[in-house]
Structure formats: structure tokens, C-alpha cells
């Protein structure tokens, strides 16, 4: 089991930045891969970006590419979003997550976090 606690959401202006993070525990956490995801209302979850589990290896949302970095601090169990020249597109609860080898998917994920960008 792995329980992850995101943190940093907030309410900023377009062309502002954030960093959220994300606390993860339970299983050894430089054992898995970790990812963004974000759900804006009335819209589906849109994957953000993902990183694998040595921090050598990221992968983005063309929507975000160029704006948003994804890293990882195994000693701290923490992974981040640093969001830069933020859009009000970008407005959304952010959840973390974490995979699950065994059933090869994205299966455990943290409870959110609010990011409102104003124009």
C-alpha cells in the first residue's frame, strides 16, 4: 500500500508559478514511478506528466511541455510539480500518483490539491 499526501495548491495569477509536492509512504518509494494528474470540472482526468523511479527519466502533457517539471527527492519520499507561466487553462485539482507494478497501471493516489490561476 502506498498513501500519498499532495500540498502547495493555491490561487495565483496567469503568468504566476507553484510548486506543488507530494509525500508518499508505505512501500519504498524509490521503487516506483510517480505521476501528475489533474481534473478541471466537467472535464475527464488529463494525465500531466510522469517520472520514472531514479528521476532520470520524465514525461509530459503537450499541454504543459516547456511550462511544467516534474522531480523527485527518493530521500524524502517527495515527488514535485513546478509550474511555471501558469494559465488559467492550468485550473484543476492536481492528485499525484503512484504504480502499481502488478497491475501495471497508475493505482494509488492522493486525495488533491486545488491550483486556480486568475487571468
Known amino acids: 500500500q502506498v498513501q500519498l499526501v499532495e500540498s502547495g495548491g493555491g490561487l495565483v495569477q496567469a503568468g504566476g508559478s507553484l510548486r506543488l509536492s507530494c509525500v508518499a509512504s508505505?512501500?519504498?518509494?524509490?521503487?516506483?514511478?510517480m505521476a501528475w494528474f489533474r481534473q478541471a470540472p466537467g472535464k475527464e482526468r488529463e494525465f500531466v506528466g510522469g517520472?520514472?523511479?531514479?528521476?532520470?527519466?520524465?514525461t509530459y502533457a503537450d499541454s504543459v511541455k516547456g511550462r511544467f517539471t516534474i522531480s523527485r527527492d527518493n530521500t524524502k519520499s517527495t515527488v514535485y510539480l513546478q509550474m511555471n507561466t501558469l494559465k488559467p487553462e492550468d485550473t484543476a485539482v492536481y492528485h499525484c500518483?503512484?504504480?502499481?507494478?502488478?497491475?501495471?497501471?497508475?493505482?494509488?493516489w492522493g486525495q488533491g490539491t486545488q491550483v486556480t490561476v486568475s487571468s
Open positions: 500518483a503512484a504504480w502499481n507494478s502488478f497491475l501495471n497501471k497508475y493505482d494509488y
Open positions: 508505505g512501500r519504498t518509494f524509490s521503487s516506483y514511478p
Open positions: 517520472i520514472n523511479w531514479s528521476g532520470d527519466s520524465t
